[in-house]
């Protein structure tokens, strides 16, 4: 059964970098799918943060591109996400997920909020 | 990138009344379309891929049709436990998006 567990401080401050780590088991990180991160903001929608295939190919939300990085770890069965220059409008419950088509699995998300 | 227009925002019913929800794609995705439900402080649940294929284990009340830009969820014969939040995405090609979500409440 695939199963993805997000990991990381649940307080950032204002100008630092957000860094979480999703480990993955049940299922290879190198298999040919596409890992995923969403976030949440309280009370509001999805946003898709980015995509990232375990060969290193990259898809960055254009309104975050300057900011983000999304990195594997293929030995460790995991894949990161880094933030940089986070500001309160990045609170939110950040999702790690794997999408194959239709076809995806949920973490089950982690709240990270940016405050001094 | 494929924009994913979901409407209404928000939606109050009553229990046993049919609701609907449409998405509307910026291209066309042929049916490469995903409902999900999304409970607070949970992720979301797939309830139908394909834009009308039923998730295994889902209540038959929930179907979904469409193909090509426009698409529609509908849930027959409200329930209370079907108070949450509805979000449709595309999976045509990446990046994946979503629709902004519907608020459904009783």
């Known amino acids: 059964q695939v199963q993805l567990q997000e990991s990381g401080p649940g307080l950032v401050k204002p100008s630092d970098t957000l860094s979480l780590t999703c480990a993955v088991s049940?299922?290879?990180?190198?298999?040919?799918?596409?890992w995923g991160w969403i976030r949440q903001p309280p009370g509001k929608g999805l946003e898709w943060i980015g995509y990232m295939h375990y060969s290193g190919s990259t898809y960055y939300n254009p309104s975050l591109q300057s900011r983000v990085t999304m990195s594997v770890d293929t030995s460790k069965n995991q894949f990161s996400l880094k933030l940089s220059s986070v500001t309160a409008v990045d609170t939110a419950v950040y999702f790690c997920a794997r999408f194959s088509g239709w076809d995806n699995y949920w973490g089950q998300g982690t709240l990270v909020t940016v405050s001094s | 990138d494929i924009q994913m227009t979901q409407s209404p925002s928000s939606l109050s019913a009553s229990v046993g009344d049919r609701v609907t929800i449409t998405c509307r794609a910026s291209?066309?995705?042929?049916?490469?379309l995903n409902w999900y439900q999304q409970k607070p402080g949970k992720a979301p649940k797939l309830l139908i891929y394909?834009?009308?294929n039923l998730e295994t284990g889902v209540p038959s009340r929930f179907s979904g049709s469409g193909s090509g830009t426009d698409f529609t969820f509908t849930i027959n014969s409200l329930q209370p436990e079907d108070i949450a939040s509805y979000y449709c995405q595309h999976y045509f090609n990446l990046p994946y998006t979503f629709g902004q979500g519907t608020k459904l409440d009783i």
């Open positions: 394909d834009a009308s």
């Open positions: 291209q066309d995705i042929t049916n490469s």
């Open positions: 049940g299922y290879s990180i190198s298999s040919s799918n596409w």
